[in-house]
């Protein structure tokens, strides 16, 4: 295993160096690029490698109480809750990765373009005009993009600055929480804009970060991993004894960790199984959703473990997800010798067949020849039926075929929403209230009698933002609609009798 990791760093990087004018065979397969450096590696190999981007793509994400993941073809594979749409990836083609948050997720195209679907609400999918782009990472309400210059753009939310990028550069890879935006420089140090992140300037040695809800995980390039912990309460932060460390996913009350030979640890909440991972092997990537984990494999098949209230964790049947670095083809001289060599031997085969054929119908006529001489009317009998019937020894079937389209299928269920409101928060009780005249009649009620109070604190209410929930219906799909091509019947390609 990690001698695969070492050679997909080095194909990599090679890759890299020359991304601006990669084929979409190059760009197919770029997959967990924030890699680790093994310990091994020093300072200099790296800046001797003059790397300019260092992408953290993935080819599969947890987004929320979902699972998506990119497949060889391009294409993508979504299930569980879609309650935004967060789901609706099937149309999706060329995507070399994938990220997803709570309610949206983003595509990034092989051209360097980027698309998203599920909830817009504050802008978080407005990525259309968006080029260049080497990474992305969406975070709860917003979507942050890597571009090929190490320049940072961003888009949706903005209430803590976590959008204020535009001045940073040198970037090789970015990772966007609930409201703080991480971005590793090319000299290993840590910049950030947004909440919750002024404690991380300090950190040096890191090859890849993450920044998951309010927490945020940094590898260092021995594979230690270090933590700003906000949110620790039942020990998802908990990664100091961590080593080998090649890639981490936190979320909101588990953080999961892929070791270089495979393995994956976990630490946190476990009340659904989500931590369940101590028996995996073969894994190349691993994503943390709210209550369940992914892990993709080297044969590009998917595990997953936890909750699975929306069908999340149901990709048992998945195959052929793309492993990043394994999926390289053309570029891989060896492969296309093989390639190459396999197709030289089919054609042999297949000459070979063609001239037994026509050795055996040499051998047949030879047989003839001996027969016409003692059956010569009825051979000219034969011979006369066989021109006027050219199939009168056997039709050369094709078959017919038609396309048949299936209605998409679905149901409606009760789901949860959630809208954002404003609360006027009082500064004695901390009661919060739907407006300002709610506010002051419980001021003038609970505190009014103590006139200290009145004077020091009745005006110094806090406008707060919170979240109300109502029950609604969404029409939720069983399975997409689609296309299916059946055969109808067949048909002779030398007289055109059907059947």
């Known amino acids: ?89 099937s149309d999706w083609t060329d995507i070399i990765a994938v990220s997803g948050n709570l309610a949206h997720t983003v595509g990034l195209k092989n051209n360097g373009t980027v698309v998203a679907v599920g909830d817009n609400s504050v802008g978080q999918c407005n990525v259309s005009s968006w080029t260049d782009i080497v990474a992305i990472s969406a975070g709860l309400t917003y979507t942050v993009g890597l571009k090929k210059d190490g320049t940072v753009i961003a888009t949706g939310e903005n209430y803590n600055g976590q959008c204020n990028v535009s001045n940073l550069k040198d970037i090789v890879a970015v990772s966007a929480g609930y ?87 976990a630490v946190g909440d476990n009340s659904f199984g989500q931590c369940n991972v101590s028996s995996w092997t073969d894994i190349i990537a691993i994503s943390a959703g709210i209550s369940h984990t992914i892990g993709l494999k080297e044969d590009g098949t998917i595990v997953a473990t936890g909750n699975n209230t929306y069908g999340e964790c149901n990709v048992s049947d998945w195959k052929d997800i793309s492993l990043g ?10 492969i296309n010798q093989e390639t190459e060599n396999t197709d030289i031997d089919s054609k042999k085969d297949n000459n070979s067949e063609e001239t037994n054929s026509t050795n055996n119908n040499s051998n047949h006529g030879s047989n003839n020849s001996s027969n016409n001489s003692s059956n010569a009317d009825e051979n000219y009998t034969a011979n006369e039926n066989t021109n006027l019937d050219p199939c009168a020894n056997g039709h050369n079937w094709e078959t017919i075929t038609e396309t048949v389209h299936h209605d998409e299928v679905g149901h409606y269920e009760t789901v949860q929403e959630a809208k954002k409101v404003i609360k006027y928060q009082c500064a004695v009780c901390y009661s919060r209230f739907d407006s300002q005249n709610e506010y002051y009649s419980h001021f003038d009620e609970e505190h009014g009698h103590d006139a200290n109070l009145v004077i020091a604190f009745r005006e110094r209410y806090e406008q707060v933002d919170d979240w109300e929930y109502y029950d609604t219906q969404k029409w939720v799909i069983d399975q997409e609609a689609y296309d299916e091509t059946v055969i109808t019947g067949y048909k002779c390609n030398v007289c055109g009798t059907t059947k």
């Not at 200099?44 to 987004?63: A, G, H, K, Y």
């Open 325 to 334: 670095n394994a999926d390289i083809h053309n570029d891989n001289p060896e």
């Open 1 to 89: 295993m990690k001698s695969k990791i070492k050679s997909f760093l080095a194909l990599m990087l090679v890759i890299l160096l020359a991304f601006s004018g990669c084929s979409k065979s190059d760009t197919q397969n770029i997959n967990n690029t924030s890699d680790i450096v093994s310990s091994s590696s020093s300072e200099e190999e790296m800046s001797s490698l003059d790397l300019d981007i260092q992408l953290n793509n993935t080819t599969i994400s947890t987004s929320g109480q979902t699972t998506i993941a990119v497949k060889k073809d391009g294409t993508v594979v979504a299930v569980g809750k879609n309650t935004y749409g967060e789901c609706n990836v």
């Open 179 to 265: 409201t703080c935006t991480v971005c590793l420089k090319k000299d290993g140090t840590i910049v950030a804009v947004g909440e919750y992140c002024s404690d991380i300037s300090s950190w040096t040695d890191i090859v890849a970060i993450s920044a998951e809800n309010s927490n945020i995980f940094g590898i260092k390039k021995d594979g230690s991993v270090v933590v700003m912990a906000n949110k620790n309460e039942i020990g998802q932060c908990h990664v100091s004894n961590w080593s080998d460390i090649v890639d981490v996913s936190g979320s909101l009350l588990h953080t999961v960790g892929l070791k270089s030979d495979g393995t994956v640890v």
